[in-house]
């Protein structure tokens, strides 16, 4: 499976508003930063606010916001919002269509994806935070309550 470059931009503004949750933060300096298309984020902020992800504030003193803690985000969650429901593989007219196996075992390798994804929240993602800070220019938030583990 690879992940959409949608689904990399909603994870970069997330990643971006987590580490700056002292403020609001702009559609634009989030696309200065990751030097990407303010116009593609700009549609990305608006589903993560219809998603309840974030806050959006309009206006002159307006901006972008986390609308929870980064511990209650899970990865699962926002992968699972911008990728879509859908089945993994699609049988069509195959003439073995439900005698096939595949289709289960796709299922159940994208399941574990998930269930993987979904021990993860955006504080895991500060785990690395010296790199960030310098990256993205800010300044150490309360550490993270989490730890990576690898398969």
Do not use: W
Not at 17 to 29: G, K, V
Not at 72 to 82: C, E, F, M, N
Not at 103 to 118: P, Q
């Amino acid at each position: 499976m690879q992940i959409s470059l949608y689904t990399d931009y909603a994870l970069r503004v997330l990643v971006y508003l987590c580490i700056h949750q002292d403020r609001l933060s702009s559609i634009n300096e989030i696309a200065t930063c990751y030097d990407i298309s303010q116009n593609h984020l700009m549609k990305v902020v608006h589903q993560l606010g219809k998603a309840d992800f974030i806050t959006t504030i309009r206006g002159r003193r307006g901006g972008l916001q986390l609308n929870r803690s980064p511990s209650q985000i899970t990865l699962g969650s926002i992968i699972r919002h911008t990728e879509g429901q859908e089945e993994p593989i699609k049988c069509g007219k195959c003439i073995i269509g439900k005698d096939c196996a595949i289709k289960v075992i796709i299922h159940d390798a994208f399941e574990a994806f998930f269930c993987v994804l979904d021990k993860y929240t955006l504080d895991c993602v500060l785990q690395d935070f010296d790199k960030l800070e310098h990256l993205l220019k800010v300044t150490r938030p309360q550490s993270p309550n989490c730890e990576l583990t690898s398969s």
